[in-house]
């Protein structure tokens, strides 16, 4: 029996003269353990179907999980993207809704013992834990004889399918069903992070659908830019726009016509007229990168600032380079748009007093009777008698309307020229029209002003028998900033009429090459009946809770509003893809602040 002291029994030096080097090599080499694997997988875990494995009609009925390995686990996120294989070729593409640590041993780990240990070591062993990612089935993808294609989540993949990141871009494109061509707005992203791809550009754009293959464009089926202020939405708005002026971006018309849109931009900030001129950060280099993404880019020559007269406000700015043309509202617009006139909240009763009103006024001055013969029709004590004794319009609700349409004298048949003689000037196909308000200091002409200009726009879509054919056959884009203030919902007769000229523009946008894009910052006070008609809402960052909640975007996405940075946003669109968040550009394309 060897001697436990005999080192030489053990492949030790102690005496042992004929003790070599190979056989040391040999004892080290005895020892080592190898624990890399023969080849590494290409993927970040897989299936697992320890707490199940299932797909149902009800996706909150589905359960499907994956182990994530070791080296993967501090690279993986929430929101991302992840494909795994059918063993016919067919794909399941889904995302990460939720992740996890479960314990690989059962052991208590809330413990003093554990947690001093705990505290004393400058990591965790991973080897000690599972972690596990829950995935939400998006889509099934399949090759076609037309290419890749999507559809609903029928089966349910393989235990122990290998799970790897989706990296492709016609992959993803076609799992979230964003389409190839179109309107740009930004660059898919997972928490704030665009999405990276093994193609170039490694970006994956994201486009809103501009054709007729699958139903009408979705700039007339109405956007929604939501942002609180800092969050980006007028850099936004105005690259958007921007892509809606492309030379070669058409509709086509009822009588076969394909014409170039006409964007007109109410301005309460003065900003969108610099849309004119050249943004001077963006250099060659950066140009070209855009010109390669298709990303139109650069000012827009046919802009002009159309400048509403109003009383003493003068407009002065050396902010843009865009031709100024000043026009004012004339009192004959109120002839069909009574409400213009109401000044304050009116109930029923006053309101048809009013219209009654105005419908004498130009049986007696025609329809150029002017605001100021108006006042004076109104000063007239016989008139006031006359239709109290008559039973028409009692004295009291004369008077509360008396009293309404008066301080109007500023806005109507100004020192200008009338929006009504300016038409194909202000909807010019393929042209910017701009108008400002920032000059204007009362509120009640503002409001005054939008309304009228956008009135006549959506009048002149929804006519029959239309006064202005430029407005009729011309594809409009109707932009309007601070919307909040114009299409709020309130419970006064004009205020309701306002909302049911807007809402049936709404309805009929598609029809009639109407398009709405609304940019606000309290998208809760825009009222519901034109909030259900808009398809495509765009969210930036938003503090408020009542604004967030009114915006309807799924809960995944609406709890990363608050936490969103500038120029990050969520895209809720239903008919061109799935809920997404996106990043848009970190330049201007055009001249901005």
Known sequence: MADLNDFDAYGGDGGGADDTAADRDAADDFERVETTPARNEDGIGTIAVSQGLRIHEDEDDSTVRAYVTKGNRSSVRIGKYLLAPYPDGETLFCRIAGLEYAQEFHADDATEIHAQRAMRQDGIDEADYKFLADLEPLAVLYDSDDGLKRRMTDRVPKPQTTVREADDTAEIKTGLKIPEDGVFLGHLAVGGEKVRTS???PTIDYRLKDDYEDGDPLVF????????????????????????????RTYRMDDGRSVTPAVVQFDPQDEYAQMHDDNPDLDAEISRRYEREGVVHGGHDDTIAFVPKVGDATYSTDDH???????T??????????????????????????????DRFFREYGSSGTYDQFQTFMDDPALREELNESGRVHEATFD???????????????????????IERFVRPGGLTVVPTYHINNTRATETIVLAVSSLLVDQKLSNDPRYDRIKETPVVLGMDEAHNFLTDAESAQARRVIGKFTDAAKQGRK???????????????????F???NTTAVLNLGDEDAIKSVNIPANLENKVPYMEKGQMVVYSPDNSEP????????????HG
């Open 580 to 591: 997404v968040e996106i990043i848009g550009l970190p330049n201007c394309l055009t001249r």
């Open 532 to 534: 259900k008609q808009i």
């Open 329 to 358: 509202i004339p009192f004959s617009m109120v002839r069909d748009n009574e409400w213009l006139v109401a000044g304050g909240g009116l109930n029923d009763n006053q309101y048809n007093a009013l219209r009654h009103l105005l």
């Open 199 to 201: 193609a170039q550009p």
């Open 221 to 248: 089926r109405h956007t929604l830019i939501a942002g609180g202020t800092g969050s980006g939405k007028t850099h936004t708005a105005k690259n958007i726009l921007r892509q809606f002026l492309a030379d070669e």
């Open 321 to 327: 380079r865009a031709e100024q043309v000043e026009f």
């Open 512 to 530: 009639e090459r109407l398009g709405l894009f609304l940019i606000t910052q309290d998208p809760q006070d825009i009222a519901d009946a034109v």
């Open 400 to 422: 509360a309307v008396n009293r309404r349409v008066r301080g109007f004298g500023a806005v109507f048949d100004q020192d200008a020229r009338p929006i009504t003689e300016q």
